[in-house]
């Protein structure tokens, strides 16, 4: 029987994949590029055509039969799955490093360099120039044992990362809350309370039965009137995966934590750099940690007395202390009343059909395309649909799987991810395709969907990241898309997208009441609005502990005793936090982004990348926001262009000059 990882179809065949297919796909496409290298330089392969064409097919080979493999276990995980992507994370990584450690490979690629590098285009040699720096990352000159170390250290830090984000999942999905006093969920929301009333009767329990994710997690912070049922949530959310809480030690990530910080500084050493925040930044924008760090401080002097005047303001309105678990709760009755807004009573009129509808209309006016869905593409879960993306001629340009809803055995939060990346290269030719996942309250009965303008945010930040992939018109896949775009500049296009669900000219589209189909009332948008700026130096000082404690984390690492941890989390409040947690608050325990994802050393991008996104987006508030001129600009200029230029060159071509901070402080209100 054919094994449906290895096969040519167009996209994955997800009925037919089964764990038992994945350990040996993978041993088998390793093995053949393993043949393949060993022959182009036994070849003496030194060309574009001869050496890096090949090399790219196959491993845009090998990345489309991995891609479902990955997803699949974030978002229909399983015991059977997880143990097969377990086994092959050593292998990949094995592999990857082995490649980067081949020295006869770089002196191929260097060659390619010297004797082609005038006559290539600027995406080849681009190309050339990341698989040089990377061979220089993976430490090709390194003496046999240290290399030999490298690669251990790598293998071990991708099974410790994975280990990592599977605690944080059982841990969520291990917490719930059955209720049977009406009392206790007085303030939540309708949709909220059917969801867990459903719940409850799915598994034979009278009340109602409150799981721990995301929407319901939200719904209860901000809404819920009895405080003991917000810090009951409060204390199983900022508890998962530690030594403290509901489940205390069950799933402890404080020991792979330790491990993980040592693996990265002991790899960042081992080929010349201080510490891993050093060796992040290799890849990054931003030049050195000092530059990364005074970012963060210019931006604290901003948001720091303006947050503390929030929550002193915020306190004076409840009329006492708060404490962690009462500042949602307080700051939603607050902005209702100052502004009459509140995100509950906005869900009605963001129904998500009609968000989609009109969040497709945008992308048409701004980029010529149009959004078609395909339900003749296999799915691999109910609530997953497809959309073909179609170019102003009609011609395909790619396509995306939509999985809005949160569900048990699903990773939480929101993202993108490549299922296919763009070729046209030797003979091979694909179209790009995109994973856009987020986790918003399921529909209930025969009602959709409805969103808070919160998750419109979040869907249309999503899509910016799809489309960036969606659109690249670059030819080779390591850096078409979002590949090779410095991960500090990788938001520009997610969170320039964000700024288009808070205008006059988009909202009407996106908005519909889910009953009457009226649009929403002009004085609901306009203070809709006026809430943008609400709390915006709190908000700024959470994204600046999360970015400060991540890089400092790094930067400041010392192998030996054990990691400051919690210390350097502790004086990172200390320096910019006005909201200070109890003392059981085990936070880093289920920082995804950073002990398991692709943000270590690097969380500082979102913010870093939202000067670039307000400043792009101050070009269409000059021009108007659907101005085809600008809007021309910035799809060639940025989201063709993908990551086959410096992305400097690229922000500077669309803006004419350089980066300024001032569109962001505006943005925020935090002008003087």
Not at 150 to 175: C, H, I, P, S, Y
């Amino acid at each position: 029987m054919t094994n449906p990882l290895l096969t040519d179809a167009p996209l994955p065949r997800f009925q037919e994949i089964a764990a038992s297919h994945v350990e040996p796909a993978v041993r088998q496409l390793l093995e053949q590029n393993r043949a393949t290298i060993a022959a182009l330089l036994e070849a003496g392969a030194d060309r574009w055509d001869t050496l890096v064409v090949p090399i790219e097919r196959m491993h845009h080979r090998l990345a489309r039969a991995w891609s479902p493999v990955g997803h699949l276990n974030g978002v229909m995980n399983s015991d059977e799955l997880r143990s097969a992507y377990n086994a092959c994370l050593p292998l990949l990584t094995a592999y990857h490093t082995e490649l980067g450690q081949n020295a006869e490979l770089c002196a191929a690629y260097q060659r390619v360099a010297d004797r082609e590098g005038a006559a290539l285009g600027p995406e080849q040699r681009k190309v050339v120039e990341n698989a040089l720096r990377d061979f220089r990352l993976a430490g090709v000159s390194l003496p046999p044992e240290r290399k030999q170390r490298f690669g251990e250290v790598m293998e071990r830090l991708a099974t410790v990362q994975a280990k990592f984000d599977e605690n944080v999942l059982d841990a969520t999905n291990a917490w719930s809350r059955h209720i049977t006093d009406e009392r206790e969920i007085d303030g939540l929301p309708a949709n909220t309370v059917r969801r867990a009333r459903d719940a409850a009767s799915a598994v034979g329990q009278d009340g109602w039965l409150l799981t721990l994710d995301a929407p319901t997690y939200q719904a209860v912070m901000t809404h819920a009137t009895g405080e003991p049922l917000r810090r009951d949530f409060y204390e199983a959310w900022v508890t998962r995966a530690s030594d403290r809480g509901p489940h205390a030690g069950q799933w402890d990530n404080g020991p792979l934590m330790a491990e993980i910080l040592a693996l990265r500084h002991e790899a960042a050493t081992l080929v010349g750099f201080a510490s891993f925040a050093e060796y992040s930044l290799a890849t990054k924008m931003a030049r050195d940690p000092a530059e990364v760090v005074g970012f963060l401080q210019q931006l604290a002097r901003v948001g720091r007395p303006a947050a503390e005047r929030e929550f002193a303001e915020l306190q004076q309105f409840a009329g006492r202390p708060l404490s962690a678990w009462d500042v949602a709760f307080y700051s939603e009755r607050l902005k209702n009343e100052r502004l009459q807004v509140s995100e509950e009573a906005l869900r009605p009129y963001f129904p998500l059909p009609r968000v989609l509808a009109g969040l497709f209309t945008v992308l048409s006016r701004l980029y010529g395309v149009r959004i078609v869905a395909n339900p003749q593409v296999e799915v691999y879960h109910a609530d997953v649909r497809y959309f073909d993306v179609l170019d102003r001629d009609g011609s395909p340009r790619g396509g995306f799987f939509l999985d809005l809803y949160a569900r048990p055995k699903k990773r939480g939060g929101a993202w993108m991810d490549e299922c296919v990346g763009r070729i046209q290269l030797g003979g091979a030719s694909a179209l790009p395709i995109a994973y856009l996942v987020c986790n918003f309250a399921p529909p209930v009965g025969e009602q959709p969907s409805l969103l808070t303008h919160h998750d419109v945010l979040t869907l249309f930040h999503e899509f910016g990241h799809g489309f960036h992939h969606l659109l690249t018109r670059v030819s080779v896949p390591s850096v078409a898309g979002i590949n090779g775009v410095p991960w500090d500049a990788v938001e520009l296009p997610s969170q320039f997208m964000e700024n288009f669900a808070w205008r006059d000219e988009v909202l009407p589209l996106i908005s519909a009441h889910v009953e009457t189909g009226e649009p929403l009332p002009h004085e609901m948008l306009a203070r809709l609005q006026a809430s943008r700026t609400f709390q915006a130096g709190m908000q700024t000082v959470r994204q600046l502990e999360f970015a400060l404690f991540d890089f400092r984390l790094h930067a400041e690492y010392v192998p030996g005793p054990p990691p400051r941890i919690a210390e350097t989390l502790a004086e990172v409040r200390d320096a910019v936090a006005v909201v200070r947690p109890p003392e059981f608050n085990r936070f880093p325990h289920s920082f995804q982004h950073v002990f398991a994802g692709g943000y270590a050393a690097g969380y500082y991008s979102y913010k870093w990348a939202e000067v670039l996104s307000a400043d792009a987006f101050s070009a269409f508030e000059e021009c108007g926001v659907f101005d085809a001129a600008t809007a021309r600009r910035f799809l060639h200029s940025i989201l063709e262009r993908g990551g086959s230029r410096d992305a400097m060159e690229a922000f500077v071509e669309f803006r004419g000059r350089k980066p300024e901070i001032e569109p962001l402080i505006r943005q925020m209100g935090l002008a003087a």
